[in-house]
């Protein structure tokens, strides 16, 4: 199926697409991580357990699409085969916690030393940095898949280096900065992405900081 922006780019991934023999293949796991699941699915899972806790109100946001093109192989089958994002998406999840207000991207890389910008939309950085100016926890939960490493960084330093690009600074962050810049997240198994912990480093550090 087709999807396309607004403006009526058709829609890439942005990472290297895989072939289809691996498309199908398990994906690698933690001792904690949930066989098979992508970054989305465990976070989807981590909300959910948070939600039933009490803990946090965190949920995906959803993508309106318009459907322009459909086809009927079968009187009870349609199949969509060509749609347009209705608008440009924002990031990927937003919600309350502690009467903060969360907002945040989830991403995924293959590469094992740098985390590139192209996985990033001017859009996204412009609506994370309205957010930061209204108050708002934002960050980027970023998982270096090889690694099976996962990270919070958090947006304002996503929004220096992205801007820096500009006067010619290099076009990804290195896993050094992410390391002494974001906070570390390790799998358990409830919830399987405990990123709260870390939000509440990110937290304490801004209190820190405005005192």
């Given at each position: ?8 780019q ?18 690698a796991?933690t ?16 909300n959910?357990?948070y ?31 060509e ?7 924002t990031?990927?999840?937003?919600g ?31 609506h ?24 919070l ?30 906070y ?9 992405i ?12 801004q209190?820190?900081r405005?005192?």
């Amino acid at each position: 199926m087709a999807f396309h922006y607004p403006n009526g780019q058709p829609y890439l991934n942005n990472e290297v697409p895989q072939s289809k023999k691996q498309a199908t293949r398990p994906k690698a796991t933690t001792l904690f991580g949930k066989r098979g699941m992508s970054l989305e699915e465990e976070l989807n899972d981590s909300n959910q357990y948070y939600r039933s806790q009490s803990m946090a109100v965190v949920y995906k946001k959803p993508t309106p699409i318009q459907i322009v093109k459909v086809d009927y192989p079968a009187r009870s089958q349609a199949v969509i085969k060509e749609a347009y994002f209705k608008q440009a998406s924002t990031t990927d999840y937003n919600g309350i916690y502690q009467g903060r207000y969360l907002d945040f991207e989830a991403k995924e890389t293959k590469n094992k030393t740098a985390f590139p910008f192209r996985n990033f939309h001017q859009h996204q950085i412009e609506h994370f940095r309205a957010c930061l100016q209204q108050g708002g926890i934002c960050f980027v939960i970023m998982k270096f898949v090889p690694l099976q490493r996962l990270f919070l960084l958090p947006a304002s330093e996503l929004i220096t280096r992205w801007d820096a690009q500009a006067d010619g600074a290099r076009k990804s962050i290195p896993l050094e900065i992410v390391i002494k810049q974001g906070y570390e997240i390790n799998y358990q198994l409830n919830p399987t992405i405990p990123y709260l912990s870390a939000v509440d480093q990110l937290i304490a550090y801004q209190v820190k900081r405005s005192n």
